[in-house]
């Protein structure tokens, strides 16, 4: 079934009349009278609808119900990734939407490769979100989650740390906590942070200072997961402990 959030659409007596490229992409699909598409509201509630009629720039169709969206996690988990390069930071934002983050905070450290200027920042951030919101539509999430940028590391440990449960995933050491002892023991929890690194991943002073702020240093086991694959991986395994993968 067609999905689509709500830009560009109007919703009027029972009607919703969907406008600018969303009424494009509905065109393209050439749906027949009756058949149904649902349009979200970014903030968790589906619209059903039936399509009606469509011109050259408007698309008609009759809301049939409204309902809580069933692709928004109960917990809040906000991925925060050392910038990498290329097309491993689409991968990252498209695969973290889909497994349910509901946030994604780039950040700069040590040993980062990829360090725009603010212009090439701003452009890629507007990329990055463009990808968060087709990587929602196609997974049935109930709002689109944001793509940020933090300069400061600090800054960025600052932020990271407001939530419940704060892991840092380092790839040396023997103080490290097995990930999934980690999750486990930290209780009925409603917010997360997931932090990791980029390609050449943290340094010791970098865990240093995580652990200082307050972070659990955790281990992801014996293999070694990609800069773009590892916070996958930790947000699907909070969501398979939190129960959200039944």
Request: aromatic fraction near 8%; hydrophobic fraction near 40%.
């Amino acid at each position: 079934m067609a999905r689509f959030f709500m830009f560009g659409t109007n919703l009027d007596g029972g009607r919703a009349y969907i406008r600018g490229r969303d009424a494009e992409h509905v065109r393209v699909l050439r749906l027949r009278p009756g058949e149904e598409l649902v349009i979200c509201d970014g903030k968790g509630k589906d619209y059903r609808c039936r399509y009606i009629t469509s011109t050259r720039d408007e698309v008609e169709a009759e809301v049939v119900e409204v309902v809580p969206c069933k692709g928004e996690p109960d917990v809040d988990v906000t991925v925060y990734a050392g910038l990498p390069k290329g097309e491993r930071a689409d991968f990252l934002i498209q695969k973290c939407v889909e497994a349910g983050a509901k946030r994604i905070v780039f950040f700069d450290c040590e040993r980062c490769v990829a360090r725009p200027d603010g212009r090439s920042m701003d452009k890629k951030l507007e990329r990055f979100n463009r990808i968060s919101q087709s990587a929602a539509e196609q997974s049935g999430r109930g709002m689109i989650p944001q793509v940020d940028y933090i300069h400061d590391y600090v800054e960025m440990l600052d932020s990271a740390m407001k939530a419940d449960v704060r892991l840092f995933m380092y790839e040396t050491g023997d103080d490290r906590v097995p990930m999934k002892e980690a999750i486990e023991g930290a209780g009925d929890f409603k917010s997360a942070s997931v932090i990791t690194g980029p390609e050449g991943g943290f340094s010791l002073a970098e865990a240093r200072l995580a652990r200082g702020a307050g972070a659990t240093l955790c281990s992801m086991g014996e293999r070694i997961f990609r800069c773009e694959t590892a916070p996958v991986v930790a947000v699907t395994a909070i969501m398979y402990a939190k129960g959200e993968l039944r």
